[in-house]
């Protein structure tokens, strides 16, 4: 099979769209935006920012965890391990804070975020408009 040939369907995985996989596609896409925007606050710890996204977003956003997140913020630079505590319950607690580069990050992607919504919305208020003509759907494989 060549490298740029499409997948067969049948050996796709199918998936039925639905409002929940927008959801997880949508968490995917601002986890980034939000962990930056609560360091951008105060240094936390992880655990400390996945409740935090909760209780900010009335529990519509939660994350089961954020490490890969940070990890991959840490790797760019854009966060750094601020400072550890020990928990009461002896369990060493990692302290993150943003960096400048981070902060800077984190404008650019707060702009690209509201530049899409943005222009999404203007579409939904947008009057219907005439497309043109729908073509006939085909009932056999073109030659």
Known sequence: MKKDAPVPTAARKKKKASPSR?????????????????????????????????????????????YLATYRLQDDKYIQEAYQELSEDNRTRIYFSITPEGSQYLDQLIQEYRTFT??????FQQEPIDLGETPPLLTTPPE
Request: charged letters at 20%.
């Open 22 to 66: 927008f959801q997880v596609s949508m968490k995917k896409a601002t986890t980034e935006m939000l962990t930056l925007f609560l360091l951008r606050q105060k240094p936390m710890y992880t655990y400390e920012m996945i409740q935090s996204i909760e209780q900010l977003s009335g529990g519509v956003i939660s994350f089961h965890n954020l």
């Open 118 to 123: 943005q222009t999404i919305e203007d579409i």
